[in-house]
């Protein structure tokens, strides 16, 4: 986000802000996935990102807005039957579909839009709290 933020301060031009779970959307859909996708994204610590879209031929829509789950929640939505659905996702759950964002998804996404922002109102998305130590300060010997 920084290099964007820069660029747009020396080159004026417009950012957007896309997700890689619309990408992972987009992308399911060029590769034929219909009906309820729930996308899945490793976020270490035995969790995962979730979100779940409404794919088909023509369009998708998300149906369940991303956040954190457990992995047991994950493994109990793969053995109800959901359509899973991420990168390297069978390493985890062996009846997902391996399913990366490609530029070429991310440059028909941005194509279609027009909800521009600034480059100081572009923000990550934070779906855990931060939690880091931070270092003593050094010591003399």
């Known amino acids: ?30 590769e034929g996935l219909t009906g309820r996708v729930s996308l899945v994204i490793d976020a270490q610590r035995q969790e995962f990102y979730l979100a779940a879209y409404e794919v088909g031929p023509g369009d998708w829509s998300q149906i369940a807005p ?46 279609a839009r027009r909800d521009f922002v600034a480059g100081d109102k572009l923000e990550p998305i934070y779906l855990r709290e931060t939690a880091f130590v931070k270092a003593a300060p050094p010591t003399m010997v």
């Not at 301060?9 to 992308?27: F, T």
């Not at 457990?70 to 009846?95: D, M, N």
């Open 1 to 30: 986000m920084a290099l964007v933020q820069g660029w747009q301060l020396a080159r004026d031009i417009k950012l957007l802000g896309i997700s890689s779970v619309e990408c992972l959307a987009s992308q399911a859909q060029a």
């Open 66 to 111: 991303l956040r954190l789950a457990s992995l047991a929640e994950v493994q109990a939505l793969e053995q109800a039957g959901g359509g899973l659905a991420g990168p390297q996702i069978t390493k985890w759950f062996p009846g997902g579909r391996d399913l990366v964002p490609r530029a070429a998804a991310l440059g028909q996404l941005a194509l």
